[in-house]
């Protein structure tokens, strides 16, 4: 199995709602990114976790808060976001020791 | 400051011919370097690796370059199809974090 799920595809929320985005791999991957990714820009980096550890946290507002419950799933909480979140939120996993990244469809968050 | 450019934000060929995609980084010093298609609404898909000890990689109808000293890498495909439309990325692993930046990308049209 190589593939990286991803759930809900769509999530439309308002900016005082709670949500979760999930994430899940069956690869073994040791290493879990959260990306966000604007319209016609390059995915950005939000967060990695190492052997279910946060080992990257670019400067993210505490409004999202990452999970990594196991090795194999991932989640991306949401509470009080705002307009500008609206955005493809993207998972991907690697082993470590390498860098090559297996993302998963994403989720289109729209935040009204 | 590290910086990735592509240095088409679009590209558009005609059907056969061969498309030529350029990635150039500065302040970088990277062991290897990743290419990844992307089609609108979807994940990254990993493409290729190259190392900085091999100066060409190919599989199938691609092939991609890499030049240390220039700082380069160049992406071609062979032949182009219409179903090869898409997104091209680049990818470096900053090493001191271990996390994946990418370039701003080259969207690739061909027509048929």
């Known amino acids: 199995d190589t593939e990286v799920t991803q759930t809900p595809k769509h999530l439309v929320m308002g900016m005082t709602n709670k949500k979760s985005l999930k994430c899940e791999q069956h690869?073994?991957?040791?290493?879990m990114y959260w990306y966000k990714q604007k319209a016609k820009k390059p995915p950005e980096l939000m967060f990695v976790?190492?052997?279910?550890?946060?080992?990257i946290n670019e400067s993210v507002p505490s409004r999202f808060s990452p999970e990594c419950p196991n090795s194999s799933l991932l989640n991306l909480h949401l509470h009080a976001l705002q307009p500008e979140d609206s955005a493809l939120y993207l998972c991907?996993?690697?082993?470590?020791?390498?860098?090559?990244?297996?993302f998963g469809p994403g989720t289109r968050l729209t935040v009204l | 400051s590290q910086k990735i450019e592509q240095n088409s934000e679009a590209l558009n060929i005609q059907e056969g011919k061969t498309a030529t995609l350029t990635c150039n980084y500065t302040?970088?010093?990277?062991?290897?370097l990743q290419w990844y298609r992307q089609d609108p609404g979807r994940g990254p898909v990993f493409l290729l690796l190259?190392?900085?000890?091999?100066k060409e990689k190919r599989k199938e109808r691609l092939k991609v370059t890499f030049d240390t000293t220039l700082k380069q890498s160049l992406f071609h495909i062979t032949a182009s199809q219409p179903a090869d439309s898409a997104t091209y990325l680049c990818?470096?692993?900053?090493?001191?974090?271990?996390?994946?930046?990418f370039g701003s990308g080259t969207r690739l049209q061909v027509q048929p």
């Open positions: 690869m073994g991957h040791r290493a």
């Open positions: 991907a996993s690697s082993q470590l020791g390498t860098d090559t990244q297996y």
């Open positions: 976790y190492s052997y279910e550890k946060l080992s």
């Open positions: 302040n970088y010093s990277p062991a290897y």
């Open positions: 190259i190392r900085e000890n091999e």
């Open positions: 990818a470096l692993v900053d090493t001191g974090r271990r996390a994946l930046t």
